[in-house]
């Protein structure tokens, strides 16, 4: 049996700027236990959920994902899949994806982004508010925790946390987005220790990575080219990313490194003919 594991947690619309000045012990074990490094989306790519969590997810660009907003029309994820997807269908892997934001996960705006796991998730919000994202972000990381904890064989998981990004785009970026965040951290605490706990889990190897999609104007908002928006992160920790001592330099990251990071991870060779623009973490 294959010990290695992956789990991606995504975390939309968290700005970087605002993380030392917040309680969130849960990302910061990570960060110690790895790194966290900025990502600066490049100047191709709207500074929308859409094309960056493509990205994200499948380990190429807008050039060649073809995902160009929050609709998914026109997209060649055919092509260029999600990991979850390529790793079930192609590698023999078992995957797991779960979040409630609908084109990630069903057959809407041009969905969805997950095309093919292994085993999928959908808990959608009751309404588009920021309290009813909350609840369903409690539901998603409920249901990670309990398939993530069961000791089911999923080689890679991605979970899928929103409530952030909406809190900004209805409240904008004051105490009721930083507490979502916050919130959001507890949620990812929840789910690391359902993998603590996993039966045999001493005898896994775990490689945990959280991202974030972009940032946000002051007032809530993205898509545009300001430093707040462009400015994304990414915090990783398991066998291979050693702590980063303080005051090191991180190699820069890029969105497109984290789906290249998943199969290197699980000691998957990339085969040439999938084009990938990322390339695994440098330790």
């Given amino acids: 049996m294959d010990n290695r594991h992956v789990l991606v947690v995504g975390i939309d619309g968290v700005r970087l700027d605002l993380l030392p000045e917040l309680d969130t ?7 110690r236990a790895g790194f966290l490094a900025p990502v600066a ?20 660009g807008v050039a060649k994902h073809g995902v160009w907003g929050n609709r998914l029309d026109g997209n060649r994820l055919d ?21 409630g934001w ?22 959608a919000p009751r309404e588009d508010t920021p309290a009813a994202w909350e609840e369903a972000d409690e539901a998603v990381a409920a249901e990670a925790a309990r398939v993530l904890g069961s000791g089911e064989e999923l080689h890679a998981s991605f979970v899928y946390l929103g409530a952030v990004d909406e809190t900004a785009h209805f409240l904008g970026c004051g105490q009721e987005y930083r507490r979502s965040i916050e919130t959001a951290d507890r949620r990812l ?31 809530g908002g993205h898509g545009g080219r300001s430093e707040r928006e462009r400015t994304a992160w990414v915090a990783a920790c398991g066998p291979g990313l050693p ?5 090191a330099t991180v190699p820069a990251v890029r969105h497109a490194d984290v789906a290249a990071h998943v199969y290197a991870a699980l000691g998957i060779v990339q085969d040439p003919h999938w084009t990938l623009d990322g390339a695994a973490f440098t330790a």
């Fill in 189 to 219: 605490g929840r789910i690391v220790e359902a993998v603590r706990e996993r039966p045999g889990r001493a005898g896994e190897r775990w490689t945990v990575i959280v991202v974030t999609d972009h940032g946000h104007r002051e007032e």
């Fill in 79 to 99: 092509v260029f899949p999600d990991f979850t997807t390529r790793l079930a269908l192609e590698c023999g892997r078992r995957t797991f994806a779960v979040g």
């Fill in 25 to 31: 012990p849960h990302l910061d074990e990570v960060a």
């Fill in 243 to 247: 702590a980063v001592p303080a005051g």
């Fill in 102 to 123: 609908a084109p990630l996960f069903l057959a809407r705006q041009g969905g969805p982004l997950f095309t093919a796991p292994s085993r999928l998730g959908f808990i």
């Fill in 41 to 60: 989306i490049d100047d191709a790519t709207p500074t929308m959920s859409g094309p960056c969590w493509t990205t994200v997810v499948t380990g190429v």
